[in-house]
Every structure is written in structure tokens, then in C-alpha cells.
């Protein structure tokens, strides 16, 4: 199989270009990633099968350039995106160009090749906050940040390219994901990294917005399923294995750290904050699937990862665009 990831540079792309080579002998990938300041090309160092990728530096919103990459293509898995609603709350304008426009031209170009099959990977967040139960494929879409409403969008794209072109499409909807190679401005990484360098971890608001964690294989092992298993025109949640409140969260990791409380350092809240977030994953586990790790089992290899790493995101974290960015980010915020 020939496969076109987007995204491949990212946390998540880059995990599943990673595992998908291991686990598929004569699998074939090219890597569509325009090396953003979250996309990184050492997030492939040392890959197995790495004789079967290829990276081509390129913008998924440039049909030329899609349409290159689309030639010879078997399906598509599309990654590629603005992924931060942080940065989506400062400016959303990139998140309308990558994640919106992207994916049209995307659509467009895989339909003009005949591609066989397009993944969609997209967010949990597009449901909006949910104070009870949890969200299934059906449910409306009420996305609150700007990165969730172009995601949102992006997804009501593929699905007019299904209803009215008939392109083989298939969608995924994924809660908050954790594990190597994220980029350390999301919360996870950047409370272990911060805690390495004996820096403390600001904590939005009240701490008790909720958020559902899955490790990044299980995302990457749920995205493969889907692509061989899925029913094309269909979306799938994809859940992790701990619902949990920032608070708890901190509390857990903590202790692992063996972190005093004191570099927890309450901020104030985010605008438009979603509280909570919550998939229902039956559908899924109806194609067969299962998590393969634990939350706690998973969160103590990713801190040790981390620890093990510092080569990795040390010069990322003293990078001067992310500097720039978090001067931008605490302008005017500052503390509780
Ligand atoms: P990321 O920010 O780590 O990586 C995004 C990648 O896309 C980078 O390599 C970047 O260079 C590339 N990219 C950005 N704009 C591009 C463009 N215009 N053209 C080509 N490449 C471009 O993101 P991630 O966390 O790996 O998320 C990947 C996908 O999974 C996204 O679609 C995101 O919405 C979705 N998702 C993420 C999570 C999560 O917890 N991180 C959860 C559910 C869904
Ligand atoms: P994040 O990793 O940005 O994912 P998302 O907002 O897409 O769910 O944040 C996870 C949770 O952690 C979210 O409730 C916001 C919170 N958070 C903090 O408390 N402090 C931080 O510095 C960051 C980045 C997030």
C-alpha cells in the first residue's frame, strides 16, 4: 500500500508513520509536512523502514503541491493542522488556511486521483464541552475555540465530499493525547518538562476542567483500524482510559515526579475554556478494538521518556519563537 500522511512532522503524525513502517513490511509512506514551528523531522530519527518514507516539504492549502504528492496515492490519513487552541485564541488565521482550506484542497485532489480511501483525523473538541455523558458520532457540532470550530468545519467538508462527490472518506474523532514527541507547549509535556528544569506548571483557572486521556499508540492503532475496517462515511470516536480533572492529573504526576505543590502556580483561566470532553467509543470497539496500555502504566513511560529526551525538547523549549510566543501568551494574563 502507498499510503499520503499529512502531517507526518507532528506528535501524532510522526508516531504513526513510526508505528505503521514497523508494523507493515511493505507499507510505503509519503510524509506531506510543511515543517511548522510544531512539525520536526527529528521526531523520525532512527525510525525502522525509514527506506520507505519520503518527506516533501509542502502546505497542504497549495493544490499544486498536493497534487504532486496525490499521484500513484492508495488512501489518504490526514493529520496535518494547527493543533493548539491556545495559539487558535491569539490568532485563528492559520487555523482557517491549514485545517479548512487543507483539507478542501486535500478532498479535491484525492477525488481527482481516485484515491481509494481518506482519513480524517479529527478532534473530540468539535462537540463542544459536555457536562454529562458522552459524546457520540450523531451528536451535533458545537465547537467553542477557534482551533475547534475550524476542525469542525474541516470535518463538515469531508462529509459533503462524501454525499456529493461519493469520495470514500472516513473520519475520526479523538480525545486528548499523550506520549514521545509532543510538542512541549500542550499540557502534559509541558508540566513534565518544566518540572525537570525545576520550573512550575501553570494551571488554568480552577484546575477542574476535565479532559480524557489516551496514549498516542492507541490513537495511532485506532487511526489504522479505521482506515482498514472503517465503513466509508463514517466517523468514530476514539477514547482513552482516564477521565481526568487538571487537578487530578497534576496530583498524579506529581507524585510521580516526586514534584512539591509548590510548582503548581494557578494562572488565570483561558477564554471560552471547554470544562469538559467525553467520547463514546462503542462504535470502535465494534471493529475490534482495544487499548493496549494503561493511563498510569503509559504516563510513567512517557515521563521517563521525557527524562530520557531533554536532547529532544530542550532546544525546542529555548527556541525563539516559542519564546516570543508564551511573552505574547502571558501578556496581560499573568497570575490568578
Ligand atoms: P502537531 O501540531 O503536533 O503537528 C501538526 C503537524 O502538521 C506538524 O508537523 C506541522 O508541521 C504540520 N502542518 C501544519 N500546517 C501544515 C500545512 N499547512 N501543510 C502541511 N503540514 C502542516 O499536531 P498533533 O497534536 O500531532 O495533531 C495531529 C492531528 O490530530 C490534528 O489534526 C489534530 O487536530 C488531531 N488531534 C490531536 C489531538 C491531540 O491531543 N494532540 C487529539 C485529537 C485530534
Ligand atoms: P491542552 O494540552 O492545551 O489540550 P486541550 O486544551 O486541547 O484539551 O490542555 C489540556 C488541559 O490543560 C486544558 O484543560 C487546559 C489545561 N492547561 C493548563 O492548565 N495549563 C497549561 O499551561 C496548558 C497548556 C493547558
Redesign the pocket.
Known sequence: MRLLV??????????FVRWSLAAYPTLKITN?????????PA?LKGMKGAARHRWVK?????PAAVDRVMRGVDAVV???????VDRSILDAS?FL???VT?TQVLLDAARRHGVGRFVH?????VYGSVAKGESKETDPLLPNSP?AAS?AASDLMVRSAYITHGLPVVT???????GP???PE?ALPLMITNWIEGKPFPLYGDGLNIRDW?H?SD?CRGVDMVLRKGVVGETYN?GGTASLTNRELVGMVRRIMKVPESLVVPVKDRQGHDRRYAVDCAKLRRLGFKHSTTFETALRATIDWYRENAWWWQPLKGRGDVKAYYKKQYAGRGKK
Open positions: 499529512t502531517g507526518g512532522l507532528g506528535f501524532i503524525g510522526s508516531n506531506l509536512d510543511l515543517r511548522t514551528y510544531a512539525g520536526n521526531n509542502g502546505d497542504v492549502a497549495d490526514h493529520f496535518a493542522a494547527e493543533s493548539h492559520s488556511k491549514t485545517n487543507g483525523v479529527s478532534t473530540d473538541e482551533y476542525k475520526t474523532r479523538c480525545s486528548n493525547n499523550f514527541y509532543q510538542f500542550k489516551v498516542v490513537h476514539i
